[in-house]
């Protein structure tokens, strides 16, 4: 029991963190791409409750920044000027989810911007970024694995179910494509592609190519679930009483797959994830100004950035929830499909 | 003269290997007591005289493709081979004057046409023969030889007609010109004088553009600068020692350089080099990024940091201004149609917000730019040319004149369509290995979305994007600098000229293309044989007028020279030409321990 009750709750983390980066315009308190030239490099910002007279405030507020004489990327804290913090207030323009034009925000802070995660090199702030460059990154892990998954669970079927010359072909075939050195590959695509792609036709780019790639492992798991699910005696029970091809695939051997699927999917998703990243970071992914976990992560190949700038490390740090969440639901739900081998197999003796 | 020249050469090898037999060790003396020149005519360097001894590291961003001054276009190559050759008459990179180099002396005919030329008497190439006039007509000759495409030959034809040379004595020489030249004696400055012994003969064979591999055996190759070559490790370093024969010496009468070994490097990535320069590998740096310069002046406790001033590298934005005639496709024809109109590329330059390309970009060190000579070269730049302040109004008015309007869109900001209709997009080029740029077009790209601009930044490797704009010429705009390696207007003269190869906007054209690039030809070629800087001046002033009004290149800031080096060094004085720290490396010497725990 106790492997689902860890299932549930690697699930709620799970669900909990992509409803936040889902509502990423909500919880952002600017647009990802807006520049504020006269703050480049500040560092977070704090939240104050008590101010330096020792007055207790309701709502927290901050101190404005403003340049330091004589020096670059440095700031004072403007102490006579506290700005409180407004909570669910009406601001820039967003869409929710993609489609839901919205004016709602979380908090907003009027006179002065507030960097709670800092601001990068064109004083864009790193919070909208984190949260809308979220989007993106998880977007192309959650699609590139769902395409992965169903050519997977297409050419494993067939390949398991029928066999013979049809299993040759698509498993030396899948053999071909897990020798692929996708990186490289890619790096030959983009040389193909004109120029100037547009961010749309780059994310989707990065989806296909990272999905066809990858399918060849799933394939090879859901053909073996598959050639001894066909085997079982029930099958060939209902076989025997004239049971279709069709029937047989959608009442008895599909639902064998599915906890080798689902797994996959957990395994995929944060893999697919750091597949955005990685083509993001090298310049291959979604193009700036778009934020993505990869492109801000990229400001770090800087050296002058990596010794200067601690907080351009963050989203690393976002990062991480989202991969121990889906490494966490992986490991639940092997434990549970092996609970489940084993009751089938008690049964069954 | 040539001939009994060439007789008494081989009347000394002779005479030397009788020498050798006899076992006696001062052949080269003997030899100079034979030419009848046993004094040496060494140059005195006033500063600080040094310590002898040491070894100096620094890190060059590529291997250099030769070492042969004939062919040497990269700017490895000719880092490493400034430090090899010498000219006759030098351009000092410090006060940018010219001074006595190889040549004593020098005079100037009245009417401007004829250059007589006194050699030092006693030199000797960094291999232990002497030089004398032959060595130079050599010289020339082979510049000026059209099947060997040598970059210099360009600046050595005046008026249409190659420079002559004659040999007067063994020290003497006169050079004659077709036309004044403005530039008068600067002309010499970065002709490294080429070995004839060790040259001729492959010259003869047609086998010279073959010498000067670094692979080759160092006896194949040498010269007149303070370093000789010693070692080369392919992919690591290239190791020059100390050329016993060099020619200057300093206040104390001691023969420079000071150092034994000068070694570079091979570091292709900038923040590789910051990093070796902090771990104590190298001993110096230059061509830092404003970034990395902050990054190196907070731990600064063994190095010293200097922003040297402002230099002359400009950057710039540029539109394609090709012909390309019928292979283009109708969008990239439509794209040109608003890149030829002035108008268009002046509304660009009032958006572009210089201010924070220095501050962000350059960290305030570094200058906004209207026009191509850059604060750094004080001499020449234009101060008259107007400073605009950003005006996304006065932008907006010349779209405006020109047809272009805004069409309202169901979310965000209008987008510029243009009389016809079509949504106003391209993308801007950049190099990838080159960050501070890649930032400078990000800037532009959100400077012209307030106009409603749809700009792309494609950051491409050098090499490809340099293959982009000078051969297939399939781009939209670019992002780019340069960097003038002299002070002087023509060190940069085929930027301008339409016939020019770095004419960026559109190279090498046969006819002028449009008539203000006429005239800036006109003024060109007129400041080329005006032999007065007042007039000159004025020439060159109307050039930067014209450009800054036609804008085929939107200037937008000038980067300070930041360089560094370890306090051990002395004599550490960078300049704001190149090579920015190595232009004095003759002078450079290490301090011992105590000394500069003193200093």
């Known amino acids: 029991m106790t492997g689902y009750r860890k299932l549930d709750k690697w699930l709620g983390v799970l669900v909990a963190l992509h409803v936040v980066i889902a509502c990423g315009g909500f919880f952002a308190p600017y647009d990802p791409v807006e520049q504020d030239r006269e703050h480049s490099y500040v560092r977070p910002m704090r939240l104050h409750l008590v101010d330096r007279q020792g007055n207790i405030h309701v709502r927290p507020f901050f101190y404005p920044l403003r340049p330091s004489e004589g020096s670059v990327n440095q700031y004072d804290e403007d102490t006579g000027r506290p700005i409180s913090l407004k909570f669910f207030t009406s601001g820039a323009s967003y869409k929710l989810l993609g489609f839901l034009p919205v004016r709602l925000h979380l908090f907003r802070a009027d006179g002065a911007r507030i960097y709670l995660l800092g601001s990068d090199g064109y004083g864009r702030d790193q919070l909208s970024r984190i949260l809308y460059g979220g989007q993106v990154s998880l977007l192309a892990g959650l699609l590139g694995a769902g395409i992965t998954l169903s050519i997977g669970l297409g050419i494993g079927a067939v390949a398991g179910y029928y066999g013979g010359w049809r299993d040759d072909v698509l498993m030396r075939l899948a053999e071909l494509f897990l020798a692929l050195p996708w990186l490289y590959l890619l790096f030959a695509l983009r040389a193909f592609l004109p120029l100037a792609v547009s961010p749309l036709e780059a994310f989707l780019l990065i989806v296909v190519v990272i999905a066809t790639v990858g399918w060849a492992r799933p394939a090879r798991l859901v053909r073996g679930v598959v050639l001894s699910a066909k085997e079982r005696d029930f099958v060939r029970a209902a076989r025997g009483f004239g049971a279709s091809d069709s029937y047989l695939f959608r009442r008895h051997v599909l639902p064998e797959t599915s906890s080798v699927l689902l797994t996959q999917a957990a395994i995929l998703i944060p893999q697919y994830v750091l597949a955005e990243m990685t083509l993001s970071f090298l310049g291959l992914g979604v193009p700036e100004p778009v934020a993505s976990w990869g492109n801000l992560l990229a400001n770090l190949q800087q050296y002058s950035v990596l010794m200067s700038y601690w907080w351009m490390y963050l989203p690393a740090l976002a990062v991480a929830p989202f991969f121990m969440g889906y490494l966490g639901l992986a490991a639940a739900l092997e434990e549970r499909a092996d609970s489940l081998k084993m009751g089938s197999w008690s049964r069954e003796v | ?599």
């Open chain 2, 1 to 599: 003269m040539r001939n009994h020249s060439a007789n008494s050469r081989r009347g000394l090898r002779w005479l030397r290997l009788v020498l050798v037999l006899a076992g006696t060790v001062s052949v080269i003396a003997a030899a100079h007591s034979q030419q009848g020149a046993p004094r040496e005519d060494l140059l005195a360097l006033s500063g600080e005289p040094g310590r002898a001894g040491g070894r100096l590291v620094v890190s060059l961003r590529a291997e250099p493709k030769t070492l042969n001054p004939i062919l040497a276009l990269d700017a490895p190559s000719r880092e490493v081979i400034s430090a090899m050759q010498a000219d006759l008459v030098h351009i000092n990179r410090s006060t940018q004057l010219t001074e006595p180099a190889l040549a004593k002396s020098w005079e100037v005919s009245s009417d401007g046409l004829e250059y007589t030329l006194r050699l030092r008497h006693g030199l000797r190439f960094s291999d232990g023969e002497p030089v004398d006039a032959d060595d130079v007509v050599f010289t020339f000759r082979v510049y000026l030889d059209e099947s060997l495409h040598s970059p210099q030959r360009d600046l050595l034809i005046v008026g249409g007609k190659p420079i002559a040379v004659h040999k007067v004595d063994l020290y003497t020489l006169v050079f004659r010109l077709a036309q004044p030249y403005s530039v008068g004696e600067r002309i010499f400055d970065s002709l490294a004088i080429l070995p004839r012994h060790l040259l001729e003969k492959p010259y003869l064979e047609g086998k010279l553009g073959q010498v000067g591999s670094l692979s080759a055996p160092s006896s194949q190759w040498a010269g007149l600068g303070p370093f000789r070559v010693k070692e080369y490790v392919a992919g690591q370093r290239l190791i020059l020692e100390r050329n016993p024969f060099y020619w200057k010496r300093d206040a104390n009468g001691y023969r420079l350089p000071y150092l034994d070994q000068l070694v570079f490097l091979f570091v292709p990535s900038a923040d590789a080099q910051v990093l070796r320069f902090e771990s104590g590998e190298t001993d110096m740096i230059s061509r830092l990024s404003a970034d990395n310069f902050s990054v190196l002046s907070r731990q600064q406790q063994s190095y010293t940091m200097l922003d040297a001033g402002p230099g002359l590298e400009y950057n710039f934005l540029f539109f394609n201004l090709n012909d390309l005639g019928e292979k283009s496709g109708p969008e990239m024809a439509t794209k040109q149609k608003w890149f030829r109109e002035v108008k268009f590329r002046q509304a660009v330059s009032a958006a572009v917000d210089r201010e924070a390309i220095v501050s962000l970009v350059y960290q305030k060190r570094g200058r906004a730019l209207w026009g191509p000579v850059t604060p750094g070269n004080l001499r020449w730049a234009d101060t008259t040319i107007a400073h605009p302040e950003r005006s996304l109004e006065h932008a907006r008015q010349l779209l405006r004149e020109l047809g272009f309007r805004w069409a309202n869109q169901a979310i965000g900001e209008p987008v510029l369509v243009d009389p016809d209709g079509k949504t106003v997009e391209f993308s801007i080029l950049t190099s990838s290995s080159n960050a501070d740029r890649t930032k400078m077009a990000t800037l532009i790209q959100d400077d012209l979305k307030q106009l409603g601009m749809r700009v792309q930044v494609v950051p491409l490797e050098f090499r490809s994007l340099i293959d982009r704009i000078t051969q297939t010429k399939q781009y939209d705009a670019c992002v780019l600098g340069l960097v003038s390696f002299d002070a002087d207007p023509n060190s940069d003269i085929n930027v301008w000229l339409s016939r020019g190869a770095t004419h960026l906007w559109n190279p090498q054209q046969a006819h002028p293309a449009t008539p203000w690039e006429a005239e800036i030809d006109r003024l060109l070629e007129t400041q080329l044989t005006a032999t007065s800087f007042q007039k000159r001046k004025m020439l060159y002033d109307r050039v930067q007028e014209i450009l800054a009004e036609n804008q085929p290149m939107i200037f937008l800031a000038s980067p300070d020279i930041l360089v560094g080096a370890k306090k051990v060094i002395g004599n550490f004085h960078p300049a704001v030409l190149e090579p920015y720290v190595l232009w004095n490396v003759e002078q450079l010497y290490r301090r011992t321990g105590e000394e500069n725990a003193r200093k």
